[in-house]
């Protein structure tokens, strides 16, 4: 297993990008180009859990750290995902304290959490790695909660102070929505909001994460102080160099 909790929530500068088209190949490409973690997206993805495990696979010979974000705050599918041999899970729309708490029971084995032991799984190696991985999991797995509506930002000094909770993560579109200002990054009122998120988790020892789709918004946003940064996706990568080769069919049209 590939872990990252510990350099988190050290406060470590942590590149990632997400995986967002269920595929194997672009998994593997990203792998392999430097990220500290890769994030496969089952909540806004193409992707399902069949295609999850082949993306783990594919990147299991890379050193990017596997981290799965999730369709909602549910112990059964955290339990399935984990199983498979994810380092981490990214919970969306958590918005309380008590929310953060069932979040991070469902990622703990008992007597900290409700997570199911298993000992035949992928994560334990198929049975041959289970006791190292029985007595690491619970310290070692990293939760990761999405900030994405006021109601979060209001409670996110609660939130941040949850034991076991590692990164407050900025979901930057659905929060600008919430406030009213869809994609307004610039904004006041967005800018307000993550610095209350980013104070929250420096009181307490966690991680400020978000999320970018512009390489000239990263300075910006490490200057604010998130250390755990995702920046674009296979999805709008791809999409981005089809258009741009397409476009270069236009100047020889007639």
Known sequence: MKWIRDRAL??????????????????EMAGNSGFDWLLFDLEHGAGDRQELLRQLQATSGSPSVP????GWNDHVTVKRILDLGASGIMTP??????EARNAVAAMCYPPKGIRGVASSNRACAFGQEFETYFGEANQNLTTVLQIETTTAVENADEI???DGVDVLFIGPLDLSVSLGIPRQFDHPEFRQAIAKVIVACKEHGKAAGILTH???????????????????????????GMKTLAQGFQQFRR
Do not use: H, K, Q, W
Request: some cysteine.
């Open 10 to 27: 050290r406060g470590e500068l942590l590149s990632g990008t997400f995986l967002n088209l269920g595929s194997s190949v672009t998994a």
């Open 67 to 70: 981290i799965v974000r999730i």
């Open 160 to 162: 941040a102070a949850v």
């Open 214 to 240: 512009a390489p000239e918004m990263l300075g910006r946003f490490i200057e604010d102080g998130f250390t755990f940064v995702g920046c674009g996706s296979d999805g709008t990568m791809v999409a981005a």
């Open 93 to 98: 729309y958590v918005n309380t304290a008590e």
